[in-house]
C-alpha cells in the first residue's frame, strides 16, 4: 500500500470522525472525494499499487486512541515529497 500523509491547511472539511465513521465504511463516490486524494490514488495505480491509505480518512480524527493505533501500524521511516 502507499500511504498520504498531508497537511490539511487551515481547515479540512474531508474527514472521518466518530459522526461519519459508518458512512465511511459503507463506501465514499469518486467525486465526493477531493482532488487531491484522487491524485494520490490515480498515481499510485499507475505505480501498480492497489491500496492507499489516507491518514484523514484512516484515523477516526475525534479517537486519539485510534490516532494512536494506527500510526503505530504505519511503518513510515522516510518521506518523499513530490
Known amino acids: 500500500y502507499a500511504a498520504l500523509l498531508h497537511c490539511w491547511g487551515k481547515e479540512q472539511k474531508f474527514i ?8 465511511r465504511k459503507k463506501g465514499i463516490l469518486w467525486q465526493s472525494i477531493p482532488k487531491t486524494f484522487q ?7 499507475k505505480l501498480g499499487i492497489g491500496n492507499i491509505w489516507v491518514d484523514s480518512l ?4 475525534d479517537d ?9 501500524k504505519r511503518p513510515i521511516s522516510t518521506s518523499i515529497l513530490i
Request: proline letters at 0%.
Open 16 to 23: 472521518t470522525t466518530r459522526a461519519t465513521l459508518q458512512e
Open 58 to 61: 484512516c484515523i477516526d480524527q
Open 64 to 72: 486519539i486512541n485510534d490516532w494512536e493505533v494506527e500510526l503505530s
Open 39 to 45: 491524485d494520490s490514488i490515480l498515481f499510485a495505480l
